[in-house]
């Protein structure tokens, strides 16, 4: 009977708010309260069924990117604490500082019920965008909070009950917020206390993996400025704090490390260049490499101006590529056209970003995509989005096409040699009059981007060849860039391989051995074989027991690298010739072995028994 008449009097206080704007504070708590003026004064529907704004499976791959490090820490215990939530009837959610749900699960049934009101995952659920909610209103008041049926500001909630805690880094900065929801009916009093307790738990390793990098940053900070030793150079952290310098920094200035960047520049140096080599994705203490140049120091000593370039990745010191990065430079500021090329994996993309990382478009969006990849017939709808209703299968709000995203940003369009001959005609209208009508619309949508491009093959012969139209050509190729293939850059290699390995936390000896040997290497794929190569590596150093020397010539045995054929064909002949019946089959059967288990050398060992310090020993002996 109580539970009734609460209910009731909820209803009764929900209806006469919705109507008059009238609340008896008396009936709801302080927070609650706020909440609902707030939506009332934003306008949000109170008879809203369902949550309307939901991420496409690409927009939700690139947030969950963007968050990694929150669903890295919180993912394993939401894991862990799975199967309580399954048998409670609950589902628990991660959800991001934007109010976007990254992860879901829990209760199947729960689960279907929320899918009902799109409460799924991609959804924003903000109290903007859905009223007065627990993960909403928790983001809005940097507070716990717990809110039931009717508490709930619109109508798609007040069948639920919620309960929400935000996670905050270091910095005191929200992360994100965890929550637990069920149907109202199932509504458990220690809802809030397991929210609060996974968040602070999140928190405490936040703060211990926060305090593991910054440590790794100041050493690898200090192995830069050894290597940098004949240059101007210092590493700064995220708080301008010189924490490493260069010898002919220091004997300059004794004092420089533990001095801020400010009172530094004070000294007699100025920035020449500042590289975002030391910032991992991975990592959240962040800093600053800088070269320097001494004031009053001449023009033609130096290869950038005093004011700072980003670029989110390894810059080196060859004079290829850092003839690529003052081109980048200069062309940044500008509105023009880009056409970058280059062989394929040799960072397009990363060339792409830092153009709109150092351009007045900065603060718009970078929007990236494979020409390549996209299916024919689906082309024109991914370029320039669709209205609802435009064909069978048609998603019910429509869709924005690459070119409407990119809008007061960026658009870099990759292998764009890939595009057929009817979607360059479509691509020129639009590059020409800065116009889209999505597919099945009549409605022209103005556009203000500039446009990237880049392919591994050659515009001008696919020109020739009548395969690519030239006025398309001449419209795109305004300010061409040639990106150096890694066989150009053999002088970048320590900087380049350091900063694959710091990015991604493998812990892998690049010493000066091997160093040579990915260096003699050709690398047909470039950076994105380098990345592959070194990942393969710091996997084999995870075998207990696989000292340096198995890993140096591990990087023959599995084709990670490969002596010159003509090397290769000759040896094998001589080992044939020279091999004993046995020792043919011994080898066929590592050669088996190693197939069977992609390249592991302990299973391969394993799976025919035999020692694996044999194993290599014969890897060597039969030249495999």
Known sequence: MLASTSTFNNLSTWKRFISEGVLDSARLNKQIEESWYRCRQEQVNPYLREGNYVLTNELLTAQREKNALLMEMALPHLARVNPLIKESGMMALLVDSDGYVLSLSGNEKTLDDARKINFVEGVRWTEEEVGTNAIGTALQTGEAVMISGMEHYAIASHKWSCSAMPIYNEQGIVMGVINLS????HSHPYMLGMVASMAYTIEQEVKIRSYKNEQAFIQHAIKLADYYYNRHFIVCDENEMIVSASKLVRQKVPRSIGMRLSD??????QIELESASLLAK?????GKCLFLVEKGASASNRLFSAKTFHFEGEIGISETFQHTIKQVKQVASTEASVYLFGETGVGKELVARAIHENSSRKNGPFIALNCGAIPKDLMESELFGYVEGAFTGAKR?????????ANEGTLFLDEIGEIPPAMQVALLRVLQERKVVPLGGNKEIPLNIRIITATHRNLKELVNEGTFRQDLYYRLNVYPIYIPSLRERRDDFPFIASYICQQNNWNLPLTEELLDKLQNYHWPGNIRELQNVLQRLSILLLDEGVDYQELIHSMYSLGILQQPEEQVSMEVVNLENQLTIRERIQRDLMLEALQRTKGNV???????DIPRSTFYKRLQKYGL
Do not use: D, H, R
């Open 182 to 185: 069920c149907p109202v009916t």
């Open 264 to 269: 530094f520049l004070q000294c007699g140096y």
């Open 282 to 286: 991975n990592i959240e203490a962040s």
């Open 397 to 405: 709000q429509g869709y924005k096409g690459k070119f409407e995203q």
């Open 602 to 608: 302990t299973a391969a060992a394993k799976l025919i």
